[in-house]
Nanobody, 123 residues
């Protein structure tokens, strides 16, 4: 089970840190990702991280502003979001990538999803 937290209403330029708590003892065995979905739009990839935390991947629109990280000792995934923009407004989901997958960017590569947390950036 994946449970996100940390969303909220912020202003342009503010920061937020999202957390995703994973239950069970296998968290460190899986790559993890963050996706987001704005109203009327498809769910889109935001960031992903390898299971050991060494490799990270980002969509172009968040590079340099967002940082994905994980703490395997706490079974927790993070997304630090800085310099937030109105276009970052969406529901943010954490997800666990399938072991057999090599693609980090596509939603079908992920098998377990959290319930989502709303991020709203007001101008």
């Amino acid at each position: 089970q994946l449970t996100e937290s940390g969303g909220g209403l912020v202003h342009v330029g503010d920061s937020l840190r999202l957390s995703c708590a994973a239950s069970g003892s296998t968290f460190s065995s899986y790559a993890m990702g963050w996706f987001r979905q704005a109203p009327g739009r498809e769910r889109e990839f935001v960031a992903a991280i390898r299971r050991n935390g060494v490799g990270t991947f980002y969509t172009d629109s968040v590079k340099g502003r967002f940082t994905i990280a994980r703490d395997n000792s706490k079974n927790t995934l993070y997304l630090q979001m800085n310099s937030l923009k109105p276009e970052d407004t969406a529901v943010y989901y954490c997800a666990r990538r399938r072991l057999i997958e090599s693609d980090y960017y596509s939603a079908p590569s992920y098998d377990y999803w959290g319930q989502g947390t709303q991020v709203t950036v007001s101008s």
